[in-house]
């Protein structure tokens, strides 16, 4: 049995969104954390909910603020974590904002397929 890239790489992803908003020490990188949490888990919902489509525009929408969100996380651990060390931002919101911008990227790469049998 095949596990579709979405099932496996949602629930990472909502645990590392969920680890910038319990370690975080900025209400806008917790804020952030939880924005992204919610995008990553209704879109999949959302996708799942629909028949699991092929170029599902909506669960591709509704990713969209939890890329804008890992975005924020990762470019506020840089600009304004200028208060802590250099191990704590990485650890805490550089990393975690870089990995959720990339988790969220490659699922909306996979919800944006187009059916392969539609092209022959």
Same mark, same amino acid.
């Given at each position: 049995?095949?596990?579709?890239?979405?099932?496996?790489?949602?629930?990472?992803?909502? #645990?590392?969104?969920?680890? +910038?908003?319990?370690?975080?020490?900025?209400?806008?990188?917790?804020?952030?954390?939880?924005?992204?949490?919610?995008?990553?888990?209704?879109?999949?919902? /959302?996708?799942?909910?629909?028949?699991?489509?092929?170029?599902?525009?909506?669960?591709?929408?509704?990713?969209?603020?939890? +890329?804008?969100?890992?975005?924020?996380?990762?470019?506020?651990?840089?600009?304004?974590?200028?208060?802590?060390?250099?191990?704590?931002? #990485?650890? +805490?919101? +550089?990393?975690?904002?870089?990995?959720?911008?990339? /988790?969220?990227?490659? /699922?909306?790469?996979?919800?944006?397929?187009?059916?392969?049998?539609?092209?022959?």
């Amino acid at each position: 049995m095949l596990i579709a890239l979405p099932t496996a790489l949602t629930p990472p992803a909502v #645990l590392v969104a969920l680890w +910038v908003l319990a370690a975080s020490d900025r209400a806008s990188a917790a804020a952030a954390g939880a924005v992204a949490a919610a995008s990553l888990a209704g879109s999949y919902a /959302i996708w799942v909910g629909r028949g699991r489509r092929w170029h599902d525009g909506l669960a591709i929408l509704s990713l969209l603020p939890a +890329v804008a969100a890992g975005v924020w996380v990762a470019v506020g651990g840089l600009a304004l974590g200028e208060h802590e060390s250099t191990a704590r931002r #990485l650890l +805490v919101e +550089v990393g975690p904002g870089l990995a959720l911008v990339g /988790i969220a990227a490659t /699922i909306l790469g996979y919800h944006g397929r187009h059916d392969p049998r539609e092209a022959s």
